[in-house]
């Protein structure tokens, strides 16, 4: 009788068995017929409401769960720290006489990832109303955490993305900086570079200008420059386009917060006569303010909903520096976490691989049956659940999972959270389906092969087949209706209407835009025209990663694509779509552009319009991103790389000949002793000849120039996340 009560409202055992066996169906349907068939997969959906696994797919094989690893620092960090646990950061003064002058303003961090320059300007303002006016040393005190500031994992990568910011005890704006780009009062000035906050810990060297048009070809690099961070702003941006903005991590965050302090007081009135620097706070010193963080169940929603890994691995810190004392280390806040998954949630030791809090890189291994496990303890725990349901995204409504399930069934039914990394795409999380039952399911894919965007559209297929169950159409249907039609190839004649209306849209920017482009590129059937959604997507806003995931999914460099786009381009009278978008990110260094122009340098072979862009777009990506153009050639076919390098020496040749800047970065490469080393060197060598070849008068005098070329240090990579 009480399990009875369970069912819901007209539903009868007999119709809830028949569901759970359509749903499985479906499951092993999308699995068996989708890209998961050739990749190794690890797929468990239970039900919440009697605790029946549904279906399982190597459910308990270990694999790269990529962010999904953030669930289990989410849950121990909830569990252990509470959901009313507040961050501070304390401002003391040393033991001086009384009165408004002070020799030396200390500050201590408690690992607070949530102070943002309005909080730190809100901050400033208290100190000041509470009687500060003149400061000598301003002295920064973060050792609550140790130095060892970039988790296991993280040292995979040689990039300053936003995504790699290191952890700190005194941390502002989730360790990042942003750069914004303006162009300048006419074609050739000088361009505005502006930064957000204002902070002397910044040397800013610029080489950027403003271009007419497609001007959007520009580079930001972010490294450490002795306490000070140095940025590298080069290439070009357009007129009259408005502000670009650009994220990267900073390296020093005491320093970064020291120096914007500093800054924000001067602002205030306050002088501050000494320097910026690192020390302790001597037990003499009197408190004159606390700031505190927000409650913690609202700070866990920026973890699992944008998916943050600075936010990961501050918790991780954290409950090292509660747990066990601080300094909090990686190792110690690690031990934290295993602690709790064995003692709370019945995951033993030794069962699975964490390594970091964030899930980045090749580092952790979890099944998804266990995932599965952690989010039915989590459900279960009353006090803590509600927390933590609302840390996850909600499908087809914010977060990382804003643009995906729409349309379907699983919209405002589903929360989950999301992982990507290459290779890696996984989804796991709660779903109460159409028919009243409740499940918590999870869903891991390694090494797939081809692009993303099939993959995650097989996660998504699995997600609205479990939230249709007990609907009157069912799953097989929910499922038919969010695949991507069949792809029919259609004359140009009949799409150059459709181009011309997206690329229309596309050039007015209007992230209102977004939602109807959205769903016809998700209904759109011809592959052509979907690409042209894309781009105009990628356009309206440029700044989201879903868009950039569009237009890199749906760009080919084949002649369904690229080459049917360039037919309707010289008949419309207008530029190849969906071109300039990619080689803007790859000017920026986002990996898979760069490769996708590789692969355009081959497809454009034979027109002599389309090489000579090709050759263009070379010559501006080698400028701005010389070390990620390198790693794309020798990832590339060898039909691709032999195109693409008789491209770039055509464009080399055309702009600048030895004293274009990527001989130099070549050279820095070569010499670096990565792996990279050998084949730059062969790049090297085949640009040379090819050089010679089309102009005999540049051996062996330009050879030698070539050498003599200044080398700079090598430039970080800076793959996509």
Request: aromatic fraction near 6%; charged fraction near 25%; glycine fraction near 10%.
């Amino acid at each position: 009788m009480v399990a009875a009560l369970c069912l819901p409202l007209g539903h009868t055992w007999a119709a809830k068995s028949a569901d759970r066996e359509a749903l499985k169906k479906v499951l092993l349907d999308v699995v068996k017929h989708s890209p998961l068939d050739s990749a190794r997969v690890s797929i468990h959906v239970q039900s919440l409401d009697d605790g029946t696994v549904i279906f399982t797919q190597n459910g308990d094989e270990l694999l790269n769960p990529a962010s999904n690893v953030k669930l289990f620092t989410a849950a121990a960090a909830l569990g252990i720290l509470g959901p009313d646990y507040r961050f501070e950061t304390e401002f003391m003064l040393d033991d001086s006489p009384e009165g408004s002058r002070a020799k030396v303003l200390y500050v201590r961090g408690k690992g607070d990832p949530s102070i943002t320059t309005e909080r730190l300007y809100g901050i400033v303002g208290e100190l000041f109303h509470a009687g500060l006016r003149d400061v000598g040393d301003i002295v920064l005190d973060d050792s609550w955490f140790d130095r060892d500031r970039l988790a296991p994992g993280f040292d995979q990568e040689n990039s300053d993305r936003a995504y790699m910011a290191p952890t700190g005890a005194l941390s502002l704006n989730w360790n990042t900086i942003t750069v914004y780009l303006r162009g300048g009062e006419r074609v050739g000035s000088g361009a505005n570079v502006e930064l957000e906050p204002a902070s002397e810990y910044f040397v800013v060297e610029k080489a950027v200008s403003t271009a007419a048009r497609l001007g959007r070809r520009f580079s930001v690099q972010s490294q450490p420059s002795g306490d000070r961070q140095r940025l590298i702003v080069r290439g070009t941006v357009p007129l009259g386009r408005g502000s670009i903005a650009v994220w990267k991590k900073i390296d020093n965050p005491p320093l970064y917060f020291g120096y914007t302090l500093k800054r924000m007081l001067a602002d205030h009135g306050v002088k501050v006569r000494g320097r910026v620097r690192l020390g302790s706070v001597p037990p003499h010193s009197r408190l004159i303010h606390v700031s505190q963080s927000e409650t913690f169940d609202l700070i866990l929603k920026r973890l699992n909903k944008v998916s943050s890994n600075f936010v990961a691995e501050q918790l991780i810190k954290t409950l090292a520096a509660e747990q066990k004392g601080p300094p909090g280390n990686f190792f110690n806040g690690i031990k934290v976490v295993e602690d709790f998954l064995e003692k709370q949630a019945g995951i033993p030791r030794g069962t699975y691989v964490m390594r970091n809090g964030s899930g980045l890189n090749d580092t952790n291994r979890f099944s998804a049956a266990q995932i599965t496990r952690l989010l039915k303890v989590m459900y279960d725990r009353f006090p803590l659940a509600p927390e933590f349901l609302s840390s996850l995204g909600i499908a087809g409504k914010d977060g990382t999972l804003r643009y995906r399930f729409e349309g379907s069934d699983a919209v405002g039914r589903l929360r989950g959270k999301t992982g990507t990394l290459e290779k890696v795409s996984s989804l796991s999380g709660y779903v109460q389906s159409v028919g009243g039952e409740k499940f918590c399911f999870a869903m891991i894919v390694n090494d797939y092969s081809g692009r993303s965007g099939p993959v995650v559209q097989g996660l998504d297929a699995l997600g609205v087949a479990v939230a249709a169950a007990g609907s009157t159409q069912g799953p097989e249907k929910a499922v038919a209706a969010v695949m991507t039609p069949e792809t029919v190839v259609k004359p140009i004649e009949e799409i150059k209407a459709r181009v011309r209306t997206y690329l229309a849209l596309g050039k007015q920017g209007d992230k209102r835009n977004i939602p109807f482009l959205r769903t016809a590129w998700r209904s759109e059937k011809d592959p052509a025209v979907r690409a042209v959604l894309a781009d105009a997507l990628y356009q309206s806003n440029r700044e989201d990663y879903l868009g950039v995931r569009a237009l890199l999914d749906s760009f080919a460099a084949t002649d369904a694509v690229y080459g049917r786009l360039r037919e309707a381009a010289k008949e419309l009278g207008v530029e190849v779509p969906g071109v300039s978008s990619v080689v803007e990110l790859a000017a920026q260094g986002q990996a898979e552009a760069v490769s996708r122009l590789v692969e355009l340098c081959r497809a454009a072979q034979g027109d002599a319009a389309a090489e000579r862009e090709a050759s263009a777009s070379m010559a501006e990506v080698a400028k701005t991103a010389p070390q990620e153009l390198v790693v794309a050639l020798k990832a590339a076919g060898n039909a691709e790389r032999t195109a693409a390098l008789s491209r770039l020496a055509d464009a080399l040749s055309q702009t600048g000949g030895a004293e274009h800047p990527f001989w130099a970065a070549l050279r820095g490469i070569e010499n670096s002793g990565s792996e990279l080393a050998a084949f730059a060197k062969e790049v090297k060598t085949s640009l040379s000849a090819q050089r010679v070849k089309a102009d005999p008068s540049a051996s062996p005098a330009s050879a030698s120039a070539v050498e003599s070329v200044p080398v700079p240090a090598p430039p970080e990579a800076r793959p996509g996340g």
